[in-house]
């Protein structure tokens, strides 16, 4: 399978199964419109009588043999080497817990896929108890795993740090124990931040997470106060000053595009310009109907600013002034291993979120869905935990309809079960608008690349 784009005059081709990308001139490209399989390239005569009038013969027949020299290298027409695999098992080894510290938080986003923090329950604290319970489970089902994840999640979890610094000690002395390293993540909105709390988080959390959506007047309108106001002002300073303090690394500043900036490359460029040089701009995840959703009709104005952004991404970096953005880095020389490249992020398995009770779900976004409980940190996987861990080792891309013919099925690995249960009912039903934003990203991000290369 091959994938082929063009984007402002430069044409690119992609190899799916191979990775191998190709930039060529405009004829190779157009030639490669009517050649699907290594075979078509031997049918010179039909090469020739569609583009003849068009090209010289010379070059047509060049640029074939050019073309059949890479098939031949594995570089075009690659098989899929891959086809038939439909999940596989992990040996029920767990690696990474999101830990909501808090059912709780100090704003109220208007676009909160977690219920203003409750998760559209009752609002509560994780206990210590709860914390080191969690911990011990990550420690045992880990097996023979050494390196961990621990995300701190809400709500905040900032309002419930003492909890936070009560887990992290723990932590701390049972990897000792049992030879682990356990990397810390801390996602916070910011408000409570304070010096001690940064000095805190800089000696203890390997990654943070700082939400905020870009210009203030884009900001103010959906992360908004307890009492309605905007928290732009408040939590700006504090962020610049955490991420100078970690030298502009380990960290990210992200936000969410609604259909209320669709013009979302101007917030970047606007976090870009604060200082900010780790960011990500989201697409909002919301409840079909809302006002703000996003929505197909939107798609080509979506396309075209991730397009600006590319180029802005370029322009800065040649002024000296760069920075990264999440979905726009793909690591094209190898990417991850087989195993995620197909069945994506590893929620479900390798990957599980657990409230503040210490009930464990395949992930943050299905916490408070209570038929996908499975289990808790106390008792361990249920019977119906066991159920839910099989459906999700075998959502792999060559299980999901959607994504077995799509070119970009190893760059995502399927895109996210959450978003598609929330949109069909069926975590192998992947959402359509979001699979669409995934194609147009990783294009971009090939593009960025291709350019890097052509011009060093």
């Known amino acids: ?33 009517h050649a ?54 992990n040996g029920g080894i767990v690696k990474a817990l999101c830990l909501h510290i808090a059912h709780d938080c100090n704003l109220r986003c208007k676009y909160c896929f977690a219920g203003k923090g409750a998760y559209n ?20 089902r880990s097996k023979g795993r050494r390196q961990l994840e621990v995300d701190f ?20 002395r049972r990897e000792v124990e049992y030879e682990k390293n356990i990397r810390f993540t801390l996602t916070t909105n910011g408000v409570a931040l304070d010096d001690s709390l940064m000095d805190y988080v800089n000696r203890h959390m390997r990654n943070v997470v700082l939400s905020a959506d870009g210009r203030k007047s884009v900001n103010d309108r959906m992360r908004t106060t307890l009492g309605g106001g905007g928290s732009y002002d408040a939590i700006m300073p504090k962020f610049q000053k955490l991420a ?58 979506l396309f075209r600013q991730y397009e600006i952004l590319a180029e802005e991404m370029l322009k800065r970096e040649q002024e000296g002034r760069g920075f990264n953005f999440f979905h726009f880095t793909v690591d094209l020389d190898g990417g991850p291993c087989v195993i995620k490249r197909l069945t994506g992020c ?7 979120a657990v409230t503040p009770e210490g009930d464990l779900y395949p992930c943050h976004q299905f916490v408070g869905q209570r038929h996908f409980i499975m289990g808790n940190v106390f008792d361990g996987i249920s019977d119906n935990g066991a159920r839910i861990r099989k459906a999700f080792s075998a959502c792999s891309v060559y299980a ?21 249960y929330f949109q069909s009912g069926d975590i192998l039903s992947p959402y359509s608008l979001a699979c669409e934003l995934m194609r147009k990203r990783i294009e971009c991000a090939v593009y960025i690349n291709a350019v890097k290369v052509l011009t060093t």
């Open 1 to 33: 399978m091959i994938h082929k784009f063009s984007m402002n005059s430069m044409f690119i081709v992609m190899d799916i199964n191979s990775g191998a990308i190709h930039t060529v001139d405009e004829m190779t490209y157009k030639l490669l419109e």
């Open 36 to 89: 699907h399989s290594r075979a078509d390239l031997d049918n010179t005569r039909m090469f020739l009588e569609t583009y003849g009038g068009e090209y010289p013969e010379a070059d047509i027949l060049s640029a074939i043999e050019e073309l059949k020299e890479a098939a031949g290298g594995g570089a075009l027409f690659a098989p899929d080497i891959y086809e038939g695999y439909t999940g596989g098992k």
């Open 121 to 140: 329950g009752e609002r509560g604290l994780m206990s210590a108890d709860v914390g080191r319970a969690a911990i011990d489970f990550l420690i045992e």
């Open 153 to 172: 999640f809400g709500g905040e979890p900032t309002v419930n740090f003492d909890t936070v610094k009560e887990i992290v000690s723990y932590a701390r």
């Open 244 to 301: 100078d303090s970690r030298g502009q690394e380990n960290y990210y500043i992200r936000g969410t595009y609604t259909r209320e900036n669709l013009d979302f490359a101007e917030d970047v460029k606007h976090l870009a310009d604060m200082g900010f040089r780790q960011i990500s701009m989201e697409p909002v995840v919301a409840e079909k109907g809302a006002d703000y959703a996003l929505r197909e009709e939107d798609l080509t104005e």
């Open 346 to 352: 590893g929620a479900g398995m390798e990957y599980l």
């Open 400 to 420: 999901k309809p959607g994504c077995k013919s799509c070119w970009a099925r190893y760059y995502c690995g399927g895109g996210c079960a959450a978003a598609a």
